[in-house]
């Protein structure tokens, strides 16, 4: 039973986003009913056409119906019994929806690009929900209300993994029209820098581009924050900084609960969480060191070595398991992820970032929050948490989050056509 677990669940579940393989079995039905592998494929065969068409409804009649079911959750939940929907009964792990999602008519805008009713071999894959399922929440935003602040990852988001904001990343001009249009933009990274001049190196070509800006307006400008160490320390553009960026002291952004996180529990969840890490570097016989920060730990890979995924997400469950078993672990929010090359674990996590860049903001509600990131698996993810103080949209490139967007343009201009 003990190796069964950990095959199931150490291994598997904690890679595993629940709606989204539980929408993609669904599909799976009217696919292997309608598709026909063995036919070839004619550019004008009438026969595939009246498949491609029949599987087409059926898609959409699948994900009417779950958007029903996501607008049932949505009234449970409103009226304080979330456990009693039937969308829970179905899905244990769904959480919280701040918006409507119109699954049907982001399937149909998603299969004009993708065509995935066309499809005969291939089934619709666990990257084409993830995508119907960024335009639902694009949908949800712009019919229901306004995107007031969209908040974005740093790695794998803005830019490459370990790479920087250069100044020829096509998202720097969407991040501009994101501003110039009165929205707020907050980086939540887990950098965890205390310095802002290590913040302007991995955001050069952004903050070089406000800087030089001459369409945008000094109040725009201030639209920009930066959001450090998940939850820890926040930066605002400035103008007359030579690194852009200034220091905001904790007091004017901290939520009212973080003011309880008192600094010697900091300490002993760091002590406790850096002897794990000790403890897996020489149980894996890791080449890497330990790297404590003032609020986070994690390991690195010595010069020239390169740590597998295995071993990262080994040393995550680890950490993870032996932080939350702690005292101190019950009481004080932290995070432990998987950095791609290293594992950190970080006081607080995204949820309290989204939250304070929100707060910072006069209040922005989380119906009209967007945080774009890269990691939302249960596990050694840091864009996870996120979901529980905004909408999401899930994505896994910079050319992604550029085609996302893009495509928050176009639904804003046609809110209610697809």
Not at 172 to 190: D, E, Y
Request: negative net charge; charged residues 25%.
């Amino acid at each position: 039973m003990t190796t069964r677990y950990r095959v199931e669940y150490a291994l598997k579940s904690h890679r595993r986003d629940q709606l989204i393989e539980w929408i993609k079995g669904l599909l799976a039905v009217p696919f292997v009913l309608h598709s026909q592998p063995t036919a070839v494929y004619q550019e004008h065969s009438v026969k595939l056409v009246a498949v491609a068409a029949d599987t087409h409804q059926r898609y959409a009649e699948i994900l009417r119906d779950v958007q029903n079911l996501i607008i049932d959750h949505i009234e449970h939940e409103n009226n304080q019994a979330a456990g009693k929907s039937k969308l829970k009964l179905l899905v244990p792990t769904v959480g919280s929806f701040f918006t409507a999602l119109p699954l049907e008519d982001a399937f149909k805008y998603q299969d004009q690009l993708r065509f995935i009713s066309r499809r005969r071999f291939v089934a619709p894959s666990f990257n084409d929900v993830r995508l119907i399922l960024n335009t639902a929440q694009l949908l949800g935003l712009v019919r229901s209300s306004e995107v007031d602040l969209v908040t974005f990852d740093g790695d794998v988001t803005l830019y490459d993994d370990g790479a920087c904001l250069t100044e020829d990343n096509p998202v720097i001009s969407r991040i501009l029209r994101l501003l110039q249009q009165g929205r707020k933009v907050g980086i939540v990274t887990a950098a965890g820098y205390t310095e802002a001049p290590k913040y302007y190196l991995r955001l050069r070509g952004l903050l070089d581009a406000m800087h030089d800006s001459t369409t945008l307006t000094d109040s725009q400008k201030n639209g920009l924050i930066v959001m450090g160490g998940e939850s820890n320390f926040l930066f605002r553009f400035d103008q007359t900084s030579p690194a852009r960026l200034t220091w905001v002291p904790r007091k004017e952004w901290i939520l009212d609960e973080m003011r309880a996180w008192q600094e010697n529990d900091i300490g002993q969840l760091l002590d406790i969480a850096e002897s794990s890490l000790r403890a897996c570097v020489a149980n894996l016989n890791l080449a890497a060191d330990v790297l404590r920060k003032d609020r986070a730990v994690g390991v690195y890979p010595l010069e020239g070595c390169k740590m597998h995924r295995e071993q990262l997400e080994e040393t995550v469950l680890v950490v993870q398991n032996t932080v939350e078993r702690s005292p101190i672990g019950t009481r004080l929010p932290f995070c432990a992820f998987n950095g791609g090359n290293d594992v950190f674990v970080d006081i607080g996590d995204k949820s309290w970032g989204v939250r304070a860049c929100q707060r910072y903001f006069g209040g922005i509600d989380p119906s009209k929050t967007l945080h774009v990131g890269d990691q939302f698996l249960s596990a050694g993810a840091n864009d996870f948490k996120a979901r529980l103080a905004s909408t999401t949209a899930w994505i896994a490139s910079p050319a992604e989050t550029v085609q996302l967007l893009d495509e928050l343009e176009e639904l804003q201009q046609e809110p209610r056509s697809v």
